[in-house]
Nanobody
């Protein structure tokens, strides 16, 4: 399985970005997907997750009402729409895949990881 993340960039506070992560090598619909992020000097943290069913969606409190995770099984892709970005959202964002149902806030749950895409938000 390979995960290819894209969509990062440098924006101003209040702007929006959409991250994408394409899975190849296996059947995407069988994987629960999540986004994590890591800032310099901090541990990797859970941002959002979506299960095999789009009814199973979870967000970190810090991004609720600003970020939206979605998946398109026909495109083998998970998205993270990020609105009203803040300087504290600056991080490398990673997508992760778990083979099967269930979302965890812990990184060890996930079987595969993308390479990361950098998001920089200037205030």
């Amino acid at each position: 399985v390979q995960l290819q993340a894209s969509g990062g960039g440098s924006v101003q506070a209040g702007d929006s970005l959409r991250l994408s992560c394409a899975l190849s090598g296996r059947t995407f619909s069988g994987y629960s997907m999540a986004w994590f992020r890591q800032s310099p000097g901090k541990e990797r943290e859970f941002v959002a997750g979506i299960g095999l069913s789009v009814s199973r969606i979870y967000y970190a409190d810090s991004v609720k009402a600003r970020f939206t995770i979605s998946r398109d099984d026909s495109q083998n892709t998970v998205y993270l729409q990020m609105n009203i970005l803040k300087s504290e959202d600056t991080a490398v964002y990673y997508c992760a895949a778990h083979n099967g149902p269930g979302i965890s806030y812990g990184s060890s749950w996930y079987d595969f990881w993308g390479q990361g895409t950098l998001v920089t938000v200037s205030s």
